[in-house]
Nanobody, 123 residues
Framework: QVQLVESGGGLVQAGGSLRLSCAAS????????MGWFRQAPGKEREFVAT????????YYADSMKGRFTISRDNAKNTVYLQMNSLKPEDTAVYYC????????????????WGQGTQVTVSS
């Protein structure tokens, strides 16, 4: 019933920008905390950013601050991740997630997940 579909991934050169989108359906989007996570080859899934249902509370992993921006458009049931100044180490599969409670960086606290979109940053 609940579906999260990521899009916008692709190949980009280091220093470039990319904007990911996550379209949600089957839930009352405006009442869900939304988050972004990523998983690089050989590594565990890690927290990237999260935003409250109102958009009033946003948190980022330290390495993302100043480069990545999370936002949401509740009218479109969509959450975005604007990624600037991309580095090769940003290469990963990026996942969108939804949670019925408040913001958290903990992966296991999220209730729904998308299939992911590949982001590859070349040097």
């Amino acid at each position: 019933q609940v579906q999260l579909v990521e899009s916008g991934g692709g190949l980009v050169q280091a220093g470039g920008s990319l904007r990911l989108s996550c379209a949600a359906s089957g839930l009352t989007f405006s009442r869900y905390t939304m988050g972004w996570f990523r998983q690089a080859p050989g590594k565990e899934r890690e927290f990237v950013a999260t935003t409250s249902w109102s958009g009033g509370h946003k948190y980022y992993a330290d390495s993302m601050k100043g480069r990545f921006t999370i936002s949401r458009d509740n009218a479109k049931n969509t959450v975005y991740l604007q990624m600037n100044s991309l580095k090769p180490e940003d290469t990963a599969v990026y996942y969108c997630a939804a949670r019925v409670k408040g913001v958290t960086p903990l992966e296991y606290e999220y209730d729904y997940w998308g299939q992911g979109t590949q982001v590859t940053v070349s040097s």
